[in-house]
Every structure is written in structure tokens, then in C-alpha cells.
């Protein structure tokens, strides 16, 4: 599976951004998909994550702000980011893998992963 993601860019606090990942190779829809984010100096941190069968889990931290989805005819994933915040600043990568735990792990890394695209959340 290849990944690819895009739509980060500059936006000030309260405002909106969607990320999308684009997947290509192996049949999209048997996989899990997640996003996580990187800020500098920081950890790895688990965003959001939505299976196979389209169930979510959020970071408390994105709780109510942001959403997952995921269009299996277009082999995409989507983070629609509401209400940003300036902490929310991070390079955000979208991950596959078919065991959904490791989306949510921050210490074991997922099968497959994108490149980042930059979020940046100005004050």
C-alpha cells in the first residue's frame, strides 16, 4: 500500500482544514486507517483512527474537533479538523494497518505510512 497525503497548510486558530491520504496498491478497504502527528521536539502522537468497517477512535485531544472518514470507492481517508488550535501544530501522517491497535500506539509503527503534510495553526 502506498500512501499518500495532502492538504496541511497555514490557518489561524478556530479555523478549519481537511486532510486527505490517498491509497494506492493493495485492496484499501481491508485495511485500518489512522492519522498521527508529529510536532517539533515532540513524540508521536495517535490522532485518529477508523477501521475496516468504518468504527472510530479519537485522541481526547481531537475529541469533538476533529473526524474520520473514509471513502473506499476513492481509496481515500479523510481528517476534517475543526476549531484548531495552535497546539494542534504538527506534521500529520496518515498510517495502514490491519491490526487496529497499532494505529493507536505511538511506539509501534504501522505497516504502512505516508508522507507528512504540514499543519500549521497560527494564534
Known amino acids: 500500500v502506498q500512501l499518500q497525503a495532502f492538504g496541511g497548510g497555514l490557518v489561524q486558530a478556530g479555523g478549519s482544514l481537511r486532510l486527505s491520504c490517498a491509497a494506492s496498491g493493495r485492496t484499501f478497504s481491508q485495511y485500518h486507517m489512522g492519522w498521527f502527528r508529529q510536532a517539533p521536539g515532540k513524540e508521536r502522537e495517535f490522532v485518529a483512527a477508523?477501521?475496516?468497517?468504518?468504527?472510530?477512535h479519537y485522541a481526547d485531544s481531537v475529541k469533538g474537533r476533529f473526524t474520520i472518514s473514509r471513502d473506499n470507492a476513492k481509496n481515500t481517508v479523510y481528517l476534517q479538523m475543526s476549531r484548531l488550535k495552535p497546539e494542534d501544530t504538527a506534521v500529520y501522517y496518515c498510517?495502514?494497518?490491519?491490526?487496529?491497535?497499532?494505529?493507536?500506539?505511538?511506539?509501534?509503527?504501522?505497516?504502512?505510512r505516508g508522507q507528512g503534510t504540514l499543519v500549521t495553526v497560527s494564534s
Open positions: 477508523i477501521s475496516s468497517s468504518g468504527a472510530t
Open positions: 498510517a495502514a494497518d490491519t491490526r487496529f491497535i497499532v494505529l493507536m500506539s505511538t511506539t509501534r509503527d504501522p505497516n504502512y
